[in-house]
Structure formats: C-alpha cells, structure tokens
C-alpha cells in the first residue's frame, strides 16, 4: 500500500498554528475506513486514535485544531483521494492570531530566523457572508 502522508499534527500547535476557533471538514471522494482512511482522537489529548469512516457524498467535521490526526500505510486496497476544508465562525476569528512559522531549516535556510505571519480576513481567510 501507499506510505502514509504528512506527519501527527493538530493543526492549532506549531508550526502550523491555525485559528483557535478552526473547524476541519474532511471531504472524502472515496469510501474510507481502516488504513485508507484519516486517523483521529475523539476529543483533545483522549490518544484513543481511530479511522474515520465515510462513504463518497459523506463529509467529517473534526476539531483537527486540538485533536491530532495523521494517516498510516494503506493496507487496503482502494486508493483514498480526498479534500479538506477549514472553517472558523466570524465570532471567534482573531485577526492577529499568530498563523503558522517556518523555521528555516531547509536546505540553504539553516540560519535564517523563524517567520510568523498571521492568516487575515482577506490575505488568507475570506468571509463567505459577503
């Protein structure tokens, strides 16, 4: 099967450090369960990891911002292919909220600092009640 891809993360801790008020919404275009599928905590800090299980024109709302989620090897053998979005409601969007940092520990980047950059209404976020 396929290596898992992308790193356990919850999306609100360095280096990514979403919107405290972020919602995931995981959109899966096949049917996922076992090893093809997304693996998650039910609440933050639980550690009681399972698949999420979902079936095409089915969606997953997760808090993947203190929840850590990750995927595993595909044992299966159905390809998972899927898209996730991410939604935080306007009362609890801080527009000077940190946003995600870089450490420059790529190639050629070894000395450079860490940048921070907040994610803004407008620059990254967009408000669909306009």
């Known amino acids: 099967g396929a290596p898992p891809q ?3 993360h919850a999306d609100g801790l360095e280096p990514y450090n979403r919107q405290p008020g972020e919602v995931n919404v995981w959109v899966p275009l096949t049917a996922v369960y076992g090893s093809n599928s997304l693996q998650c ?3 933050p800090g639980a550690g009681d990891f399972h698949a999420l ?3 095409p024109g089915q969606f997953v709302s997760f808090y993947g911002n ?3 989620h990750y995927t595993v090897a595909n044992g299966t053998d159905v390809t998972r292919v899927s898209f996730d979005l991410r939604c935080v409601p306007l009362e609890l969007f801080d527009n000077e909220h940190c946003g995600p940092c870089k450490s420059g520990r790529g190639r050629d980047q070894a000395d450079q600092p860490v940048v921070v950059k907040p994610l ?3 620059e990254y976020y967009v408000d669909s009640g306009e």
């Open 120 to 122: 803004r209404m407008g």
């Open 66 to 68: 203190r929840c850590w």
């Open 53 to 55: 299980k979902a079936a």
């Open 6 to 8: 992308g790193v356990p």
């Open 41 to 43: 905590e039910s609440a």
